[in-house]
């Protein structure tokens, strides 16, 4: 346990070095926050452009929420798969890693939690800038601030382990793939109703919609900080059962992206990938 | 020598006509041999035009509004390439350790770079066809047919200036090192902000958005809105004076690159920056 410990404490401090010993603070500072809040605004001016009323004043807070919790998503989900292809192709480390008295996985749990470092950042300051410059009233006292934290958490882990599941078919794929991965989180963003109710999918879509836990865990970040439902579709669906159904889809992920990393991770030694070098 | 390298320019023309095919058949036939890239590259996109005309749709704006998103996804893919796969390059040429073979060549580097930008534009516009296509069936966007030849016309001068501006960059990207990666992607969102990419530039406020217009696709994209859909695009400048400013935008870019990239090759071989170093 605590070798595993030590070994997320390393992976989370080599991803740091990764990400951030390019620039001074500020740059990186700059570089950390430039991407929330340029969706954010955005998003504020399609809202602003189409009428200044009440309305729609409503409905952008419900974007900006969802817009600004996605980013744990992209970041998290396709910065840990994305460790991958540096470790084993731009720096050549993977196979290090596996010849180490260590496992791979606790190490890229590890740079999942830099990943997670950076976006609390953007999200932090996204928040911010909502609440203050563009007048977001956001719930953030007492007990709501306790279940933002919760809910967040939750959101978080299982997003890692999502990203986990993509990071073992990083193992057993070429770099070029990485696109893939990219436009998983593409395809999140729109069926997760981030920046629109998912009431405007067509049928089909609300169904797949209704399947992944990104879906609720937003609706539930959204009614923690404004109080209000934001989905027509969920909208009988109970504060509570929410959070059951965001806990009990965490733990199938959980348990989902462990078999599914240990069998992609088994695959890739059997074929002799771990050392792969695929970019051209 | 004299032999080998003739500078007639005759000659000199053929060397470079044939470095701006060379690199531009590269990068068409790279685009095409790799499938997994082409549905990267068209299918994806796509997700995120969908997401934001569905953000319309959600608002209950009018369809020309969907519109609006699915020209800017289509633009967006343009400028994405100028920054990744020209601003960009040659920090991934260094990594590959094939930059230096470029250096040692006798052709210009804007004729590799010109190379780069017409293999790329090729490449760009099967995914911006590819994200037409879907705003026109899946999202039923107006479409005036009978303006499209205008708007092709400021879409071709808009290409034109803002692979001009993408020489530049590759000049300035030309020295960095990991730095590159992180600063294409820092010019990744804050440009779609600003160029109004998803809405009317002219929401930015006449200063934010003059600023902005030196990045030729915020003028152009202006510009086709105004051509196609009038008075709804809430035009930024009267659309007669696009053209000029675009013309004297590319003049003026490709001037300032071809002084860009010799100086910064300059400085770059002085500081022993045109090579990965170690340690």
């Known amino acids: 346990m605590r070798r595993t410990w030590e070994t997320i404490r390393t992976g989370a401090w080599i991803g740091w070095q990764v990400e951030a010993n390019w620039a001074d603070p500020i740059l990186f500072l700059a570089y950390a926050i430039a991407k929330p809040l340029a969706t954010t605004m955005i998003l504020f001016l399609m809202v602003r452009v189409v009428s200044q009323d009440a309305a729609n004043a409503a409905a952008f807070h419900q974007l900006f929420i969802g817009n600004t919790f996605f980013l744990y998503v992209t970041e998290v989900l396709i910065g840990i798969s994305w460790a991958v292809f540096r470790d084993r192709e731009d720096y050549e480390t993977l196979k290090y890693i596996y010849t180490a008295p260590i496992r791979f996985l606790p190490y890229l749990l590890g740079r999942g939690l830099t990943k997670i470092a950076t976006a609390s950042l953007g999200v932090a300051v996204a928040l911010l800038f909502g609440a203050t410059v563009l007048g977001v009233p956001l719930r953030l006292e007492g007990w709501h601030a306790a279940q933002l934290v919760g809910a967040t958490v939750v959101g978080l882990v299982g997003s890692a382990w999502i990203g986990v599941a993509l990071a073992g078919i990083s193992l057993v794929v070429a770099r070029h793939s990485m696109n893939l991965n990219e436009g998983l989180g593409g395809l999140f963003y729109l069926l997760s109703g981030a920046v629109f109710p998912i009431d405007v999918l067509p049928a089909w879509a609300q169904k797949i919609s209704l399947s992944l836990p990104f879906t609720y865990w937003l609706e539930l970040l959204r009614r923690i900080l404004t109080g209000e439902p934001y989905s027509g579709v969920l909208g009988g669906t109970s504060d509570g059962a929410l959070w059951l159904i965001l806990g009990v889809s965490t733990i199938a992920t959980i348990v989902g992206g462990y078999l599914w990393f240990g069998a992609c991770e088994w695959f890739a030694r059997a074929r002799g990938l771990i050392d792969w070098k695929s970019n051209y | ?279």
């Open chain 2, 1 to 279: 020598m004299s032999d080998r390298y003739p500078s007639d320019l005759a000659s000199v023309l053929r060397m470079n006509g044939a470095a701006i095919l060379a690199r531009a058949s590269v990068r068409m036939v790279a685009a095409f041999r790799e499938r997994s890239w082409m549905i990267g590259d068209t299918v994806f996109p796509v997700l995120v035009m969908a997401t934001f005309v569905l953000v319309y749709r959600g608002l209950g704006a009018p369809p020309a509004y969907e519109a609006f998103v699915v020209l800017g996804g289509a633009m967006i893919a343009y400028w994405n390439n100028v920054l990744w796969s020209m601003a960009s390059q040659f920090f991934w040429e260094k990594e590959q350790g094939q930059l230096q073979l470029y250096l040692i060549t006798p052709v210009s580097r804007m004729s590799i770079l010109l190379g780069m930008a017409l293999g790329g534009m090729v490449m760009t516009t099967t995914r911006s066809v590819v994200i037409i296509a879907a705003g026109l069936l899946l999202f039923h966007i107006p479409l005036p047919l009978d303006r499209v030849p205008a708007a092709l016309g400021l879409f071709t001068l808009t290409l034109a200036s803002l692979y001009g501006l993408g020489m530049i960059l590759s000049s300035v990207f030309f020295r960095w090192g990991r730095e590159a990666w992180y600063t294409a992607t820092l010019f990744q969102e804050p440009i779609y902000l600003l160029s109004g990419f998803y809405f009317p530039v002219s929401a930015l406020g006449n200063v934010v958005a003059t600023v902005a217009a030196l990045v030729p696709i915020t003028l152009g994209l202006d510009g086709i809105r105004q051509v196609l859909y009038g008075e709804l695009a809430h035009g930024l400048l009267p659309v007669g004076w696009i053209p000029p400013i675009l013309l004297v935008l590319l003049a003026l870019y490709l001037f300032l690159a071809h002084r860009a990239l010799t100086a910064m090759e300059e400085l770059g071989k002085r500081e022993g920056r045109l090579t990965i170093r170690g340690g």
